[in-house]
């Protein structure tokens, strides 16, 4: 079983819809909790990141932690054909620099 | 400020052959973390380098090493290709210290092991 479980899609919405995006962990352990968004054929890019448990809001994208139950979400509010992209989730166990553990990713399409 | 660069794009190798894959960190970074990543799955983290020295490493072969540069650059280095390590790696480079999870990913190198 992976550390980091994540739904690999593909997801398919139209345009202006509220996307739904999680992940779900076995260690415990994990503290730091960041989403990336990877273009095909590029690097991730690092979107929101979040300390422990609660949310986090930036612009249209919302980020959700819930420690207790492992489960970690990203909301995409008035999504844009522009998110189409692979969203994955990674996580750290401190701020020390240590490695990041990744989902598989998500692919998402926004359909016009 | 330039991000985080890669070089080469892309390199084709053949079984057996080694491969140098080099990373420039983002301005003011001075930690280098190195990830695979096949296809349609996530990066797997391979080691990461600060202060020159190997800080932590993944459940990566030996094949694998690197090297990290008074300047923060960093080479991967890997040795004996197989099949198997056809994939995009990924460089990301970090500030050690507070919000040091924060990491920055390059554009990657695709390799492709024939």
């Known amino acids: 079983q992976k550390e980091v479980e994540q739904d690999p899609g593909p997801l398919s919405v139209p345009e202006g819809a509220i996307v739904s995006l999680n992940c779900t962990y076995s260690n415990s352990a994990f503290q730091y909790f960041m989403w990336y968004r990877q273009y095909s054929r590029k690097g991730p890019e690092l979107l929101m990141y979040?300390?422990?448990?609660g949310n986090k809001e930036d612009g249209r994208f919302t980020a959700q932690v819930d420690k207790s139950s492992k489960y970690i979400s990203l909301f995409i509010r008035d999504s844009q054909p522009s998110d189409s992209a692979t969203y994955l989730c990674?996580?750290?166990?401190?701020?020390?620099?240590?490695?990041?553990?990744f989902g598989g990713g998500t692919r998402l399409m926004v359909k016009p | 400020d330039a991000g985080v660069t890669q070089s080469p794009t892309h390199l084709i190798k053949t079984r057996g052959q080694q491969v140098t894959l080099r990373c420039s960190p983002k301005?003011?970074?001075?930690?280098v973390s190195w990830y695979q990543q096949a296809l349609g799955q996530g990066p797997q983290f391979i080691f990461q380098y600060y202060e020159e020295e190997e800080r932590q490493r993944g459940n990566f072969p030996d094949r694998f090493s690197g090297h990290q540069f008074p300047n923060y650059s960093s080479e991967l280095n890997v040795n004996a290709l197989l099949l198997g390590d056809s994939a995009l790696y990924l460089c990301a480079s970090s500030f050690f210290g507070v919000n040091s999870y924060e990491q920055y990913f390059g554009p990657g190198t695709r390799l492709t092991v024939t």
């Open positions: 990674a996580m750290s166990v401190d701020n020390a620099g240590n490695m990041l553990t």
């Open positions: 979040t300390y422990s448990s």
């Open positions: 301005s003011g970074h001075d930690t």
